[in-house]
Structures are given as structure tokens and as C-alpha cells.
């Protein structure tokens, strides 16, 4: 593809309620990475893949938010059980080649999450 | 702990120099990123630095010194499309996580 999307754009759900956010990476890109921006501020570093594993899930904010990748490409975002809190764009990134060398993130449009 | 700091708001005039500062404290390090962000728009990838000195891409500059945790972003001939967020970002942990900056709020004034 041209880029990194993701979906839905917007999303609206009610306190408790499950909800799944996806990503699409630009094909052949190994790394992936899942961010949280509440307005005005700066970007919530959550969770890094490389391939389909995830070295490292200790951003997470709880033990209700989850992801998984598949076939090393499309991550979802799982959050259970929403709270108010969680309202925040869900951004997506992805780059070529993972390890701590290569820096250029290619960034989705985000997901904006609103719990009522 | 996990931190860096960017000025909250620059302002400047159309045409003019700008520095963005960031310093940093992180567990490892493993080069210092700038990412700009329009708003409402996602961020994108302005420049890297791995080692120590300056990086020059067109209007914008980047510098790092590991020794003193710090670094910049120079963007020079300011134009009004330059108004956006810039953020900082430091990969650490072995190269496992991201953090970033707070981000500096840039206002080009004609």
C-alpha cells in the first residue's frame, strides 16, 4: 500500500465496552509500533513488534489494553472493559527495518477513540 | 526514570532562525529523533542523529551531544507552512521503546 492506515478513523463507544483498533503497515516494514496522543500532548509510547513478536509489552497502561500481529503485517489494538481514560488518538507506526539503527517511523492517520 | 524536555511554544517570523532544544534522561540511548506534526495530521519524520555533531536536510538541521544529553532542531528561512508541534524522541532499551518529547508548539507569524 502507499502507507500506513488505519481503522476506524473515529470511534465511539460506551465505558465497559470492548473495542479493536487495526493498523496496516507499509508492506515489507518488520517493525511496528502502537502510540496514544491525548490532545495536546506529546505521543504515549505502547507497544513495539518486530515480525509478529513483541519483545517488550511494559508500556501497556493495563493489563486491558493487548495486540497482537499477524503474518507479520496487520496489528489490532484490543482495549476491554473502555474507561473514559483510554479517549486518546491511537496511532500507528511502522518502519523498514527494526533494531536500533533505522529511526524513520511511518505514521498512520490514527485512530480517535472516544469513551462516553 | 524516562524523560525528555522541549520548550512548550516558540514563536517566530517568516524568514527567521528557530532552535528547538531537547534534553534527555533515558535507561539506554540509542539515537535522538525529530518528528514534526501538523494539526490534526500524524506525525512525519524530519531527522535522525546516532552520533555526536550536525545533520542537515534542506531548511532544517539537527544537532546531538551525547556527552551533555542534548540536542536541537534549527529549522532556518521559516515559512508560515513550518507552524506545527516538533517532538523529540530518544529510542531506548535497547532499541525496544520509544520516547518521546512533550513536543514544542512552533507559531510562524508573517
Known amino acids: 500500500g502507499a502507507g500506513v492506515s488505519q481503522s476506524p478513523s473515529n470511534k465511539v463507544t460506551e465505558k465497559g465496552k470492548d473495542v479493536e483498533l487495526r493498523c496496516d503497515p507499509i508492506?515489507?516494514?518488520?517493525?511496528l509500533y502502537w502510540y496514544r496522543q491525548s490532545l495536546g500532548q506529546g505521543l504515549e509510547f505502547l507497544i513495539y513488534?518486530?515480525?509478529?513478536?513483541?519483545?517488550?509489552k511494559s508500556g501497556l497502561p493495563s493489563d486491558r489494553f493487548s495486540a497482537e500481529r499477524t503474518g507479520g503485517s496487520v496489528s489490532t489494538l484490543t482495549i476491554q472493559r473502555t474507561q473514559q481514560e483510554d479517549s486518546a488518538v491511537y496511532l500507528c507506526?511502522?518502519?523498514?527495518?527494526?533494531?536500533?539503527?533505522?529511526?524513520?517511523?511511518?505514521f498512520g492517520p490514527g485512530t480517535r477513540l472516544t469513551v462516553l | 526514570g524516562q524523560s525528555l524536555e522541549q520548550p512548550s511554544e516558540v514563536t517566530a517570523v517568516e524568514g527567521a532562525i528557530v532552535q528547538i532544544n531537547c534534553t534527555y534522561q533515558?535507561?539506554?540511548?540509542?539515537?535522538l529523533s525529530w518528528y514534526q506534526q501538523h494539526d490534526g495530521g500524524a506525525p512525519t519524520f524530519l531527522s535522525y542523529?546516532?552520533?555526536?555533531g550536525l545533520e542537515e536536510t534542506g531548511r532544517f538541521s539537527s544537532f546531538l551531544s551525547r556527552s551533555d544529553s542534548y540536542g536541537y532542531l534549527l529549522l532556518q528561512e521559516l515559512q508560515m507552512k513550518d507552524s506545527a508541534s516538533y517532538f523529540c524522541?530518544?529510542?531506548?532499551?535497547?532499541?525496544?521503546?520509544?520516547?518521546f518529547g512533550p513536543g514544542t508548539r512552533l507559531s510562524v507569524l508573517p
Open positions: 507506526a511502522s518502519s523498514l527495518v527494526a533494531g536500533p539503527s533505522y529511526n524513520e517511523q511511518f
Open positions: 542523529n546516532g552520533l555526536d
Open positions: 508492506s515489507g516494514h518488520t517493525a
Open positions: 524522541a530518544v529510542r531506548d532499551n535497547y532499541g525496544q521503546n520509544f520516547v
Open positions: 513488534f518486530q515480525g509478529n513478536s513483541a519483545p517488550d
Open positions: 533515558t535507561s539506554g540511548f540509542y539515537g
